[in-house]
């Protein structure tokens, strides 16, 4: 069938308005919609997406006000139009998270919050997603339904989603409004509690910091999070102007510091006796207490850790303390990193409290957990809940040590938990190398002893889950050979919190634990053995360069000796003392480094021979090669000095700078590897590389 002459022309129209619109012609793009009602329902690209949801996603503010304001009547038609992926205008906004186009939608048709896309998604739950915390706010008092338009296909709901998206503020937001979320379950089982278990970047036990950051980090003040609240007024009249000041990138940190200085100008131009009403207006006060649950209310008063006189000192402590940081030369950018990491764990801290507080996968009805028929009914409950781990056990396995201590001391029978491997926080612990976890629970007077011999399917106990080496290398050490020390470490530690006969216990497999362990580190020792032959050899090279060059330069006297008495000419001088010296201990120190890495490439490279024997002779190996070093350039110095006029002499110490360099970068290059070979032997319990991770 052809089509007629009135599609024909809409057809037209439609390809010239989105022409218009790709060429950023936008008042002739609403002039035209105007002015032609038929092609406000006109599906104008492949993907079906009309001129109202162009204009949405190229963001552009005023020209969504102006074509809203002009649909009238047919609003609802227009506004209700699906693109190929079921989404409306009110979709995409969300997605964006533009928070003055969801205002004009959502107070236009509030219906369209509760629109599903074709993956069950509505604006809402999109908004959750992505983490736009101001749109989820702004279509938050728009919504009509509170309990049934917020889950996707899968059954996550949007606290889910928030929490997966590692979008932490913003769940802190979602709990507040709907607390009847924190014990939802989705189609795989999952509680918004499991989610966060599984994100072990969010807690502070999982990130590493050097010492001086580390530092830095707790001299930091983090505020809590408290429950915020949408004000319609801001976004009542959408100009679509942009507010704010607009520099380019490269003067972030002078905008980071002019920022200071305003706040502190602030600080001592605040006006003094104000009360805590005044400064909080009646509008934010409600914000915080209405519609909050009872646990956040209580949270919310445990924010207050200061009067509220000390506000302004705390603020000016604050900002001087990160101006202070700024002149030491730490720079803004990593102030900020810190601020901001410190920042996502409080936050995390806070979503856990909320999510572990109001958990009811531990709890029965008449709150009876003393008699051992109640406390079996309250595993099976709480595994029956999650499908195959609790989030104890997801916490214990990611190294989350903050969730496993929250949860314990709310919970103790947690403890009791098993997967469907029969494998308990200990043996999921141990399984993946979670020294912090582990620590954790020998600490903890109130578990017993068996907890620590729990069997697997398998009959695997916690030693033989130690012996196994996985696919990956979870240690925070760079070389086969440390990682082979560190799992030798690792199996002596577990060992020692084990009972004897557990050591010749077999499994299934009529394996023991010492046999488990050399079978699995076999390709480990070798990756481990070529390491260390491949670095002894490289170190023998130079270890023998300077030993010969300090025999020939300890036989060679600068000035020669005098006829008559054999003595050196320069013995009276303070250089040639130096050159003797230093020669000597070159000599002295190639030799001994030649010596230990000789001793290293004659190995027998036995797994144990990794545990402290090989890595001690590496390391003084190194030690000496670096004294020889170091030796051999102030030998070559000291004897040069002679040989200098005296009026070339102020010239010489640049060359001898230069001369210096190649031994130098050697030296700096093997650094590292000094500094990790100290760590590993001092170090008594290996520490976890979060980095990578084997789920």
């Known amino acids: ?79 209700e139009i699906k693109n190929d992926k079921g989404n409306t205008v009110l979709h995409l906004a969300a997605t964006l998270g533009n ?18 896309n074709k993956e069950d998604e509505t604006p809402l739950f999109l908004a959750a997603h992505q983490g736009k915390k101001e749109a989820f706010l702004c279509l938050n008092i728009f919504s009509e339904e509170k309990d049934t338009s917020y889950r996707n296909r899968n059954g996550d709901t949007i606290l889910h989603a928030a929490i997966s998206g590692e979008c932490l503020s913003l769940a802190f937001q979602i709990i507040q409004y709907y607390p009847n979320l924190v014990n939802s379950v989705n189609a795989k089982g999952q509680t918004p509690l499991h989610i966060l278990a599984s994100k072990p970047n969010a807690f502070q036990s999982s990130s590493r910091l050097r010492p001086f950051y580390h530092i830095i980090y707790h001299c930091m003040f983090v505020d809590k999070l408290k429950k915020e609240k949408y004000d319609p007024k801001a976004h009542s009249n959408n100009s679509g102007s942009k507010t704010g000041l607009n520099f380019p990138p490269n003067y972030e940190a002078c905008m980071a510091f002019f920022r200071i200085i305003e706040s502190w100008i602030r600080v ?26 009872s646990s956040a209310k209580k949270k919310i008063g445990e924010n207050e850790l200061y009067p509220p006189n000390c506000a302004t000192f705390l603020l000016f402590l604050k900002l001087t303390i990160k101006a202070l940081l700024i002149i030491l030369g730490v720079g803004i950018l990593r102030i900020n990193k810190i601020i901001e990491k410190k920042e996502r764990h409080t936050c995390a801290n806070q979503i856990m409290n909320e999510l572990v507080d109001s958990a009811s996968a531990y709890k029965n009805k008449d709150n009876e957990c003393n008699s051992k028929e109640n406390r079996t009914l309250v595993k099976e409950k709480a595994q029956q809940s999650c499908g195959e781990e609790t989030p104890l056990l997801i916490a214990a396995k990611m190294g989350v040590a903050e969730m496993v201590e929250k949860i314990l001391d709310k919970f103790p029978v947690a ?37 620590f011999r729990q069997l697997d399917k398998q009959r695997n106990s916690a030693l033989h889950l130690a012996a196994t080496f996985g696919e990956y290398r979870p240690w925070l050490i760079p070389g086969a050979a440390l990682q082979m020390q560190w799992e030798i470490k690792w199996y002596r530690f577990v060992k ?54 300090a025999y020939a330069t300890s036989a060679t006297i600068p000035g020669g000796v005098s006829q008559g008495s054999g003595k050196p000419v320069f013995e009276d001088k303070i250089q040639f003392q130096i050159f003797a010296i230093s020669s000597l201990v070159a000599l002295c120190f190639s030799v001994t480094a030649l010596v230990f890495f000789l001793a290293i490439l004659t190995s027998r490279y036995e797994e144990y021979d990794f545990a402290m024997d090989l890595p001690k002779k590496l390391l003084l190996g190194l030690t000496s090669l670096f004294t020889s070093i170091a030796s051999i350039l102030i030998s070559f110095c000291s004897g040069h000095f002679f040989i200098i006029k005296d009026e070339l002499r102020s010239a010489a110490y640049p060359i001898y700078a230069v001369t210096c360099l190649p031994m130098t970068f050697f030296a700096i290059v093997q650094l590292p590897l000094y500094f990790d070979l100290i760590w590993a032997i001092i170090k008594k319990v290996p520490q976890r590389s979060y980095k990578k991770t084997s789920h």
């Open 1 to 79: 069938m052809e089509p007629t002459v009135v599609e024909v022309e809409v057809e037209v129209e439609a390809d010239d308005l989105f022409e218009r619109a790709m060429r950023g012609q936008w008042d002739e793009f609403v002039e035209a919609y105007k002015t032609d009602p038929s092609i406000r329902e006109a599906r104008i690209t492949k993907s079906g997406d009309t001129a109202l949801h162009i204009a949405v996603s190229y963001g552009e503010i005023h020209v969504v006000v102006k074509l809203v304001e002009s649909l009238g009547e047919n609003a609802t038609n227009v506004l």
């Open 99 to 116: 928070v003055d186009i969801c205002h004009c939608i959502a107070s236009k048709l509030p219906n369209l919050i509760a629109s599903c």
């Open 268 to 293: 001592f131009t605040k006006p003094q006796g104000k009360t805590k009403d005044e400064e909080n207006p009646p509008q934010q006060k409600s914000s915080i207490s209405e519609g909050a649950s």
């Open 415 to 451: 403890v009791q938990d098993m997967n469907s491997e029969n494998k308990n926080i200990v043996l999921l612990a141990v399984e993946n190398r979670q020294t912090g976890i582990y620590q954790l629970l020998m600490n903890r007077k109130i578990l017993g002893d068996s907890v």
């Open 496 to 549: 020692k919190s084990m009972p004897p006969h557990f050591f010749v216990r077999c499994n299934d497999k009529d394996e023991t634990p010492k046999e488990i362990f050399t079978n699995t580190h076999k390709e480990l020792i070798k990756e481990g053995r070529e390491w260390l032959t491949k670095t002894s050899e490289s170190c023998s090279v130079v270890a023998a360069l300077i030993a010969t060059v």
